[in-house]
């Protein structure tokens, strides 16, 4: 499976944002997929995942200003970022698990956003 991300940028605070995965390859090995992020300095962690049936899990620091989506037509997985603060800045990655257990990830964009 290879995954490329799109769409990340400079962006204001308050402004959006919206970031794209395409997954190719071995498709039908994918079980769920996601965005994680890392800040300098810091640890990459979870933002938003979405299983194949549909299902969410958003971080709690994104909850109601993140939406994760999916168009499995175009096996792409989308990051709609709204109300975005300058502690949202990092290096975004998405990520895809499949139902072998083994995780595949993108190259990050970055986002950064400005006070």
């Known amino acids: 499976v290879q995954l490329q991300a799109f769409g990340g940028g400079l962006v204001q605070a308050g402004g959006s944002l919206r970031l794209s995965c395409v997954a190719s390859?071995?498709?039908?090995?994918?079980?769920?997929m996601g965005w994680y992020r890392q800040a300098p300095g810091k640890q990459r962690e979870s933002v938003a995942s979405?299983?194949?049936?549909?299902?969410?899990i958003n971080a709690d620091s994104v909850k109601g200003r993140f939406t994760i989506s999916r168009d499995n037509a175009k096996n792409t997985v989308y990051l709609q970022m709204n109300s975005l603060k300058p502690e949202d800045t990092a290096v975004y990655y998405c990520?895809?698990?499949?139902?072998?257990?083994?995780?595949?990830w993108g190259e990050g964009t970055q986002v950064t956003v400005s006070s």
């Open positions: 979405i299983t194949n049936g549909g299902s969410t």
């Open positions: 390859g071995r498709i039908n090995s994918i079980k769920a």
């Open positions: 990520k895809a698990d499949s139902y072998y257990g083994r995780e595949y």
